[in-house]
């Protein structure tokens, strides 16, 4: 195995745990957002309306519509990240990394 196939190697072991990592302080960050809503008493509609207040008054960045890792990701407008860049060099379909819509009930 070349050095930089060892790196490289390397690279992904890494990221696949810092991923694992932001997905279990995301669900801790979740369970923490939800105590604190029952006990201050906010809905998710109430959120919901400050979002869009905020959004509006302020020039907020794009949502993000790709996405290739915790770290890496791209709201589609402005310039194209590096990551994005690299996925179209290697003649790769950016598509395969748009962001899909979660659905919540």
């Known amino acids: 195995m070349t050095r930089l196939t060892e790196i490289k190697a390397k690279i ?3 990221q ?5 990592v932001f ?16 006990a201050y008493n906010i ?3 109430e959120l ?9 008054a302020s020039n907020a960045s794009a949502p993000i519509k790709y996405r290739k890792s ?4 791209w709201g589609g407008r402005g310039p194209k990240p590096k990551w994005v860049k690299e ?3 290697q003649g790769e379909n950016l ?11």
Do not use: H, P
Request: charged content about 45%; overall charge negative; hydrophobic content about 30%.
């Open 12 to 14: 992904a072991e890494l």
């Open 16 to 20: 696949k745990e810092a991923d694992e």
């Open 23 to 38: 997905k279990n302080d995301k669900q801790g960050a979740i369970a923490d957002i939800i105590s604190k809503m029952f």
């Open 43 to 45: 809905s998710a509609e």
């Open 48 to 56: 919901q309306k400050r979002e869009k207040a905020t959004r509006s």
């Open 70 to 73: 915790a770290y890496e990701y």
């Open 87 to 89: 996925v179209e060099e």
């Open 95 to 105: 598509e395969v990394y748009r962001v899909q819509e979660e659905i919540t009930q």
